[in-house]
């Protein structure tokens, strides 16, 4: 019977059978922790790759955490944790506009809980980054108005180094009509663009159905209202005003100097016929804040020239238009002498720009919920050194890290 070998292969089987099976589990257990890992990247960058959207949309900081931290939870992170970073805190894009996202996650062990009871932790980490295709001086913010950036009569518009950039979805967002000329760098519409006549344009054909432009200018505070108030002298031919506050609006007439400062208007800021409007030397600039839904109206007769501050909060801010105002429309005409150096800012009106005028050097730019432009002008976009901003257009997201 010593020399009985019919057991041995049953034996030998019985003996190499759990490291048989656990091997096959520690390679079914490394390949779900691959998995995992791999899952974990794809959800971080959805997750950043929101995030980055949102910071187009010129979301603040908490809202790109929460668009971030949503996509994250719809795409399964489950009890894992997130970090958002705008700008990252690490790598090569600190220093661009971009969205961080961090991912941790600890896995329960199921074959491997026989040798420790410690959780397996993974990380994903990833970067998107915002590029800016071209720059704006022409920016239309309603996100659905039919024409929301209008271009008429024989208006004769010379866009040199920027874009028209419309928010709206409609098939017209951007629309010329009768003989209107454009030379653009190019034009940008989320919605569509309509043509009666053809634009020069530095790119080969309008972009459409593109990402929205933020607010450029969603970040500047209300100007407070002071006290007393102060008010326009009618009666006068030739008068210098303070900034201020002005109750009761300002009707300009005459010659009117404007001494620099920030002028904030609860009324109506009419400049009339054959009034000329300036500057009070020495002129370090003004911004004119319209409290309200309050409007401005300049005669097409009227000489205008004035010109933004080039440093503090309104910096490169000529007129300013209340956020928290309705519907209403600013008119900006004047003589072929006018200049308005600066950026023309209404968020929740139509402006109407019927002058053939620009700023100083053709710096002026217009940003409005919608823009009625009929006049013929130049208008440059190299005007950091008046304290302007660029004003940015044509975003695309992409994952950099």
């Known amino acids: ?59 603040d900081a908490a809202a790109i955490t929460a668009a971030a931290t949503q ?6 992170l489950g009890s894992g944790t997130i970090t958002v970073h705008t700008p990252p805190t ?19 062990r199921m074959f491997t809980a026989i040798f420790t009871q410690s959780q397996v932790p993974e990380k994903a980490r990833a970067v998107a980054r915002i590029i800016d295709a071209s720059k704006a ?12 950036a209008l271009f008429s009569g024989n208006t004769n518009v010379n866009l040199v180094g920027c874009s028209v950039m419309a928010n709206s979805t409609a098939s017209d967002a951007i629309k010329s009509q009768g003989s209107a000329g454009l030379s653009v760098d190019c034009l940008i519409s989320v919605g569509g663009v309509s043509l009666n006549t053809p634009a020069t344009t530095v790119c080969a054909t309008p972009i459409t159905q593109a990402l929205p432009a933020s607010d450029p200018f969603s970040d500047l505070p209300t100007p407070a209202a002071t006290s007393p108030c102060k008010n326009v002298n009618g009666n006068k031919s030739s008068q210098t005003l303070q900034s201020g506050t002005y ?53 097409g007769n009227a ?3 004035l010109s933004a501050p080039t440093s503090g909060n309104y910096s490169g801010v000529l007129f300013y238009g209340d956020r928290n105002g309705t ?10 002498n006018s ?10 009106q139509q402006v109407n720009y019927l002058g053939n005028f620009s700023g100083s050097g053709g710096c002026t730019q217009v940003v409005a919920d919608t823009i009625q432009w009929s006049g013929s002008t130049t208008i440059k976009q190299d005007c950091t050194s008046l304290g302007m901003r660029n004003i940015p257009a044509a975003a695309s997201v992409a994952i950099v890290e």
């Open 137 to 148: 001086c022409v920016e239309a913010l309603n996100p659905s108005a039919a024409q929301s």
């Open 339 to 348: 200049l308005l150096t600066g950026a023309i800012y209404f968020p929740k």
């Open 327 to 336: 519907a209403a429309q600013s008119t900006f005409n004047g003589t072929a």
């Open 71 to 76: 996509s994250a939870t719809d795409n399964g």
């Open 247 to 299: 109750c009761s609006g300002m009707d300009l007439k005459g010659n009117v100097a404007l001494q620099s400062g920030t002028y904030v208007v609860q009324g109506a800021f009419k400049i009339n016929a054959n009034a000329v409007v300036t500057c009070a030397s020495p002129c370090t600039g003004v911004t004119i804040f319209m409290s309200g839904s309050n409007a401005v109206s300049m005669n």
């Open 90 to 108: 690490t790598g090569p894009n600190t220093g661009n506009k971009a969205v961080e996202v961090i991912l941790n996650q600890n896995l329960d």
């Open 1 to 59: 019977m010593r020399r009985d070998r019919s057991g041995n292969v049953a034996t030998i089987f019985a003996l190499a059978l759990p490291v048989v099976v656990g091997g096959a589990g520690l390679g079914v257990e490394t390949s779900y922790w691959y998995y995992s890992s791999l899952k974990l990247q794809a959800t971080a960058d959805a997750a950043a790759y929101a995030g980055a959207l949102e910071k187009v949309a010129g979301s």
């Open 303 to 305: 000489t205008v020239n």
